[in-house]
């Protein structure tokens, strides 16, 4: 299928044959199980999917790439002309999986959506920008808000780095695949991600100072419990383990009305 890409929906099709592979086997799909895919472009990871014997739900939001989608898949996938980001998650079934090349510009979005929807799926194997993935899979000493809300939903492991150029047209940065096994650490991610994003709200600053900013605690409070965690009184946000967050929110007032930490 000849199309010409659109920059607006990040349009960078897959042309390695070896990184569909890497993705389908990483995805460990199991027959007649629902696959959900966002974006299928032109439908080189889609054709795969189909081949493992998936029900395959596909929503792409460029309707220029419906009709060729239509005529080379038919009824054999359930394809929905809708942007992920505005789409009804209630509509997915409870059980299922996330396949996807995700376009760039809004993939983090996207994953937001779908990890905090009503079923989420159980495991996502995604493409998505090699920065964006090294954060999702980073260590403390270098968290980041992304960090602490993917890992607070799942634990990612890396499938394959994937150079730029894989793709046509190759994107201005390299990717990589993550797979995001569903794994909640805490009944409350939504306190926690508040209290992190108040944390790490100026990068450079220390996290006492970052929290008492924004009056969640004081300067002290924070030292003390950063010393109870076996941390330096000048740590800063990136430095904490996603435990640590959560020991954090369970001890601060305002943010505490959760239950005790449970990983
Ligand atoms: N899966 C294909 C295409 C990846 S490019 C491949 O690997 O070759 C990203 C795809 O996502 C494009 O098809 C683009 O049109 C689609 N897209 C972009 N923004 C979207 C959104 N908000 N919702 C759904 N699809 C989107």
Known sequence: MRVRPKKSFGQHFLKSGKVVRAIIEAAEIVQGETVVEVGPGTGVLTRALVETGARVIAIEADRDLIPSLEADFGDTIKLVC????????????????????????VGTEILKR???????????????????????????????????????????????????????????????????????KTQHPEAVIALAKAGFR????????????????????????LLSRGLPETARAQELSLKDWIDLCYNTSGYGRISPPDV
């Not at 920008?129 to 960090?147: D, H, I, T, W, Y």
């Not at 993917?150 to 797979?179: A, C, E, H, M, W």
């Open 82 to 105: 809708a942007d992920a980001l505005h789409f009804d998650y209630s509509l997915l079934p409870t059980a299922y999986s996330l396949t996807s090349n995700l376009p760039y510009n």
């Open 114 to 184: 779908f990890l905090t929807a009503k079923h989420p799926p159980s495991r996502c194997v995604v493409m998505v920008q090699k920065e964006v993935g090294e954060r999702m899979l980073a260590a403390p000493g270098k968290m980041s808000l992304l960090s602490v809300a993917v890992q607070l939903y799942t634990d990612p492991k890396r499938v394959i780095n994937v150079s730029s150029g894989s793709f046509s047209p190759p994107p201005k940065v390299d990717s990589v695949v993550v797979r995001l096994n569903w794994n909640p």
């Open 202 to 225: 100026a990068r450079r600053k220390q996290l006492h100072r970052n929290l008492a900013d924004v009056g969640v605690k004081t300067s002290e409070e924070t030292k003390a419990w």
